[in-house]
């Protein structure tokens, strides 16, 4: 199976940033082959989970309306990694933020996984 591990969430004042960071790894053999997409959504309390930003394996990079232009995605494939850079931080993007890790080609078969989520406040 495949494991996603969230780091970098914490507390910011309105208009600062953060910088989220997202790994990928095969719990069983170790080995992943390919990701065909790695991305960022968000839930806020009493809110429905939202898509944030995703990149694929072809650097395709999509983002929500609510973050293009604040919030950058990035990757390291070497690493399995993906990167969420945030500014200008709003109140509003104060959420839990999940890593998904879709359709993750390892030794055992292919797997898609969420992480546990990193808490993200912004306060105004």
């Known amino acids: 199976q495949v494991q996603v591990a969230e780091s970098g969430g914490g507390l910011v004042q309105a208009g600062g940033s953060l910088r989220l960071a997202c790994a990928a790894s095969?719990?069983?053999?170790?080995?992943?082959?390919?990701?065909?997409?790695m991305g960022w959504y968000r839930q806020a309390p009493g809110q429905q989970r939202e898509f944030v930003a995703r990149?694929?394996?072809?650097?395709?990079?999509e983002y929500a309306d609510s973050v293009q232009g604040r919030f950058t995605i990035s990757r390291d494939s070497a690493k399995n990694t993906v990167y969420l850079q945030m500014h200008t931080l709003k109140p509003e993007d104060t959420a839990i933020y999940y890593c998904?890790?879709?359709?993750?080609?390892?030794?055992?078969?292919?797997?898609?996984?969420w992480g546990q989520g990193t808490q993200v406040t912004v306060s105004s």
């Open positions: 998904h890790a879709g359709r993750v080609a390892t030794g055992e078969g292919v797997f898609s996984a």
């Open positions: 990149v694929t394996r072809d650097g395709r990079i």
């Open positions: 095969a719990a069983a053999s170790g080995v992943i082959f390919s990701i065909a997409a």
